[in-house]
T-cell receptor
Framework: QKEVEQNSGPLSVPEGAIASLNCTYSDRVSQSFFWYRQYSGKSPELIMSIYSNGDKEDGRFTAQLNKASQYVSLLIRDSQPSDSATYLC?????????????FGTGTLLAVQP | ETGVTQTPRHLVMGMTNKKSLKCEQHLGHNAMYWYKQSAKKPLELMFVYNFKEQTENNSVPSRFSPECPNSSHLFLHLHTLQPEDSALYLCASSLHSSGSAYEQYFGPGTRLTVT
């Protein structure tokens, strides 16, 4: 059973701090990784995708991937109260006839003003 | 309309009712997905369609019946549901469901309550 693990949180950070969200995955051959943000009562919104080892930056967001350690993380710099949401990690699954995403349960982030 | 739309946004139905959920994507994608999201559980993939053909049925009970008439529209027909089927049902689309084009974009979801 392929799995994606996240700490459910809540992760509480003060406004302006760096929030660090972590995710581990079980399938060693996974090649694609995604972070989604989900506000309470809303649907998931894609905020980052990463395919290669290293860092990928987009505005205040940085995704980090380490395939050898089967670890992917999301850093949010200068955290704002509007960043308070559940962050879902998703990993591409190449097995079977259809490629699909395996999601973690999400980490709840609370940014304190 | 832009992105992925879903109707209705909220639905309350009895266990003997028949209803349908509708999803439409305006992104020019070729793959569409149905997910179920229940509290404290990961997103559960239900069905995948690629170029109108069903390529994944994730052991979903037959009381859920999908239909994909073209690459832009996806339906989920519901009948004789159980209270445990109450959840947020999400539709998503991606350019393909094979190769590396995995980025999936979600609709707003239908909040379903079965009474």
């Amino acid at each position: 059973q392929k799995e994606v693990e996240q700490n459910s949180g809540p992760l509480s950070v003060p406004e302006g701090a760096i929030a660090s969200l972590n995710c581990t995955y079980s399938d060693r051959v996974s090649q694609s990784f995604f972070w989604y943000r989900q506000y309470s009562g809303k649907s998931p919104e894609l905020i980052m995708s990463i395919y290669s080892n290293g860092d990928k930056e987009d505005g205040r967001f940085t995704a980090q991937l380490n395939k050898a350690s089967q670890y992917v993380s999301l850093l949010i710099r200068d955290s704002q109260p509007s960043d308070s949401a559940t962050y879902l990690c998703a990993v591409g699954d190449y097995g079977g006839a259809t490629n699909k995403l395996i999601f973690g349960t999400g980490t709840l982030l609370a940014v304190q003003p | 309309e832009t992105g992925v739309t879903q109707t209705p946004r909220h639905l309350v139905m009895g266990m003997t009712n028949k209803k349908s959920l509708k999803c439409e994507q305006h992104l020019g994608h070729n793959a569409m997905y149905w997910y179920k999201q229940s509290a404290k559980k990961p997103l559960e993939l239900m069905f995948v369609y690629n170029f109108k053909e069903q390529t994944e049925n994730n052991s979903v009970p037959s009381r859920f019946s999908p239909e994909c008439p073209n690459s832009s529209h996806l339906f989920l027909h519901l009948h004789t549901l159980q209270p445990e089927d109450s959840a947020l049902y999400l539709c998503a689309s991606s350019l393909h469901s094979s190769g590396s084009a995995y980025e999936q974009y979600f609709g707003p979801g239908t909040r379903l309550t079965v009474t």
